[in-house]
């Protein structure tokens, strides 16, 4: 009786244990399927979430800057008004018209941004102009309203030779400043959709806009300097000026350009997660990883314009006055570090984003030669380009767009590590040079069959890279090769220039075996075109005082 009650408490037990144990294994398994599950999908959402909150903190900077940019041009027009307006008065006091006054008109009217007309007022009517004599005069008809200042200001002008073009004129003394009213939202983007505006912040009066704008949205500005907010259709951003009571601006950036962000992240999640967690989790770190990759801070600092231009002189070593400067981009990232050219330039030729860096050096060279180097004759500017640069279509019209608006000598700068197909780009070069633009063979001696492409390609300069000027009058093995480099370059009529001289010995070396040109610490350092003048003032050969 023992034995059989001890057989059945033994075999409940033995089945108890078999229960408990697989209701522990199905535990354990809906346990691992609803972390596998969870390992699939919360990532999804998490990423979505964080993409979103991404892409909407982009999107909000993004449409900040517009209304900045806005803002800013805004208030340059009304400078440029006031200047305009101020130096006719100050020159030609209580004047009638004139041909000497005219042509002064004219010649502040080109210097001018946004001012398109300067003319002479007879109370409404302008009887002469930057443009010419008017007969009869033109009637600019009564002022909306005359500042404090005894400024009489036309905020809706429609000025009879271009009457449909929205301007906006401000006149005192009897002289009188017109500019294109819409110039101040004339901003060029890839985005399609973008709105731009400019209103009077304390009437909501909008005064020049691209599109429909909600003056709901003008409102919410209240006392704020700047916000920003999203709407059912756009992200929107509305600020004041700091200098001018009367300008404000709203930018609206389209709310499908955040969706197709967020989706492009999400839907390239969803298909991963399904298979498995785990891979899914790997994945993840992984796009992660290459969110915050030097390849996306390069194409976002494209977006936020974070590149700039600075320029190192180059000089004629015979006399040590400066002929020109060579371009030299900077990155500046969003936390004030500056990154140099040699980490991300290798990273952005890798990643096909090369071009569109150049693209942005040649429009900031442009503007830099219009506002500071065109005051120097006859100065040369160079620009490196790569091999992409070398091939692209698009490329090489903006370099013959841009050596058209030096007022001197525009030169490319070509390594010969890029050169590996000697007559591919033997046609390219010859094109360049057909479009007047001079051609540097950059870090000669360094590359490869450097000697095969000084005889097979034609170039207008040489230019002696800095481990061979280093190693001037010393005993280091590579010596004595920058007096060969210097001779083949005689032998084939190429003008040289060496760059990172440091030493005024190595200078006197150079210049005593007739190169031409050098450029190098011991000269200057790389500075921006603002600056240029002041720091190498005196020393710009053929300055104009």
């Keep these: 009786m023992r034995y059989a009650e001890a057989l059945k408490l033994q075999t409940r037990y033995f089945y108890a244990s078999k229960i408990e144990y697989y209701m522990t294994r199905i535990k354990t398994l809906q346990l691992t399927i609803a972390l596998a599950v969870l390992s699939a999908i919360g990532p999804i959402l998490a990423a979505e979430y964080l993409a979103y909150q991404q892409g909407l903190r982009i999107e909000t900077e993004h449409v900040l800057r517009y209304v ?9 027009t009304t400078y440029q008004i006031n200047e305009s307006k101020g130096q006719i008065q100050a020159e030609f006091p209580g004047q009638a018209c004139s041909e000497q006054m005219i042509a002064r008109m004219s010649t502040i009217a080109l210097e001018k941004e946004f001012v398109e007309v300067i003319g002479h007022m007879n109370g409404n009517l302008m009887d002469c102009s930057s443009l010419g004599w008017h007969s009869p005069p033109i009637d600019l008809g009564p002022p909306d309203q005359t500042t404090r200042v005894g400024n009489s200001l036309r905020a809706d002008l429609h000025f009879p030779l271009a009457p449909n073009v929205p301007m906006v004129s401000l006149d005192q003394d009897g002289f009188v400043a017109i500019a294109n009213r819409s110039l101040s939202i004339d901003l060029s983007d890839e985005e399609v959709g973008v709105r731009f505006a400019t209103f009077t912040p304390t009437t909501g009066e909008i005064r020049s ?11 919410r500005l209240g006392q704020e300097k700047q916000i920003s907010f999203i709407t059912d259709s756009f992200i929107v951003g509305v600020g004041r000026s700091e200098d001018i009571l009367l300008t404000a601006a709203v930018a609206a950036v389209p709310l499908s350009t955040l969706h197709e962000r967020v989706n492009e992240f999400t839907w390239l999640m969803v298909p991963i997660g399904l298979f498995s967690g785990l891979i899914l989790a790997a994945l993840v770190a992984f796009l992660a990883r290459q969110h915050l990759s030097i390849g996306t801070e390069i ?8 590149f700039y231009a600075v320029y190192q002189p180059i000089v004629r070593l015979h006399d040590k006055k400066i002929i020109g400067a060579e371009a030299l981009l900077r990155w500046k990232r969003q936390d004030g570090t500056t990154t140099m050219p040699d980490v991300f330039i290798p990273e952005a030729e890798k990643l096909g984003l090369i071009t569109k860096i150049t693209h942005q050096l040649i429009e900031l060279i442009e503007k830099d030669v219009r506002r500071h180097f065109n005051d120097y004759p006859n100065f040369k500017i160079a620009i490196n380009i790569s091999a992409a640069d070398l091939e692209s279509e698009q490329t090489r019209p903006l370099i013959k767009k841009l050596a058209e608006k030096i007022n001197g000598e525009c030169t490319v700068e070509i390594t010969e590590r890029v050169l590996l197909d000697a007559k591919h780009s033997a046609d390219r070069i010859e094109v360049l040079r057909k479009d007047k633009i001079s051609v540097a063979l950059d870090d000669f001696g360094t590359g490869y069959s450097s000697l095969s492409y000084l005889q097979t390609l034609q170039f207008d300069y040489l230019k002696i890279d800095k481990i061979f000027v280093d190693a001037i009058n010393t005993q280091a093995a590579t010596n004595h090769v920058v007096l060969h480099i210097i001779e083949m370059a005689k032998t084939l009529g190429l003008a040289i220039q060496a760059e990172g001289v440091e030493t005024e010995e190595q200078a006197r070396f150079l210049a005593e075996r007739n190169v031409e040109y050098a450029q190098g610490w011991l000269f200057g350092k790389p500075v921006q075109a603002s600056d240029f003048s002041v720091v190498f003032v005196g020393a710009i050969a053929n300055y104009k005082e």
């Excluded at 806009?209 to 409102?219: A, H």
């Excluded at 194409?299 to 974070?306: I, M, P, Q």
């Design 68 to 76: 900045n940019d806005v803002i800013h041009r805004s208030d340059r």
């Design 299 to 306: 194409k976002l600092a494209l977006r936020r314009k974070e």
């Design 209 to 219: 806009s691209n599109g429909t704008i909600d003056p709901e949205w003008l409102t």
